[in-house]
């Protein structure tokens, strides 16, 4: 008792104290608390936490895939159209592809749609919502390739090939009218530099104006836009 008495101003400074520590403590937990909370409700509402791969088609480290594959990707779960936007393959060595999900959502196929290097390693990247992950295979090669195969490796070009004629006509309708061709002057155009070359057979600067003018004029009958540039030379 003699204790206590000697000692009561400290001990209630204590016990006072260790109360304001406690409260201390509760009002920090209660200003965490939401926060968490929060962060669990962004990651429940993207649905991203649980997202996983759970099978590839055909399988990683398989050989003698052919050079057109359509690879399967399943996901452990359905996904909305903002994430599946979010889903990307990338091929090493690069490579074209589409991508077509089913109905479910859940299952995704990355169709090759120009043909592989035959007999070589190759490797898919896939990236989606919440991780990644890679697949390697190695393309058949070229003797084992079935006439099917062949066949549909065919078709395949002549489709690229037609859809990248439609492209060039739609982006120059008057293709088909060049060259221009005379005794006095060769114009052409050439598709890969995107540009008309007009080559005068003349030395003489005056009528070298002059054919440059009806070379312009007959272009631009031609629906030919100003736009294009026009490389010119004599000789």
Do not use: C
């Amino acid at each position: 008792m003699e204790f206590l008495r000697e000692n009561k101003k400290k001990i209630i400074i204590a016990i006072v104290a260790l109360l304001l520590l406690s409260v201390f403590a509760v009002i920090l937990f209660d200003r965490q608390s939401p926060t968490e909370d929060i962060f669990k409700e962004q990651t429940e509402e993207t649905g991203t936490s649980d997202v996983k791969i759970v099978s590839i088609t055909p399988a990683d480290n398989a050989s003698d895939v052919g050079l057109l594959p359509e690879i399967k990707v399943n996901f452990s779960k359905n996904l909305s159209s903002d994430q599946q936007n979010q889903v990307i393959f990338t091929m090493s060595p690069e490579a074209e592809g589409t991508t077509q999900w089913e109905s479910n959502g859940k299952t995704v196929v990355f169709k090759v749609t120009a043909p592989l290097t035959s007999g070589l390693s190759h490797q898919l990247s896939i990236l989606y919502p919440g991780g990644s992950d890679t697949l390697n295979f190695t393309t058949k090669d070229e003797s084992s390739i079935t006439e099917e195969e062949a066949l549909e490796i065919q078709t395949q070009a002549d489709k690229d090939f037609g859809e990248w004629q439609e492209e060039i006509y739609t982006k120059y309708p008057w293709l088909n009218e060049l060259p221009l061709q005379t005794d006095k002057y060769f114009v052409y155009f050439d598709i890969e530099k995107g540009k008309i070359f007009a080559v005068i057979y003349s030395t003489d600067q005056n009528e070298i104006a002059t054919l440059r003018e009806e070379i312009t004029q007959n272009l631009s009958k031609l629906g030919i836009d100003a736009s294009i540039p026009v490389e010119w030379s004599s000789s």
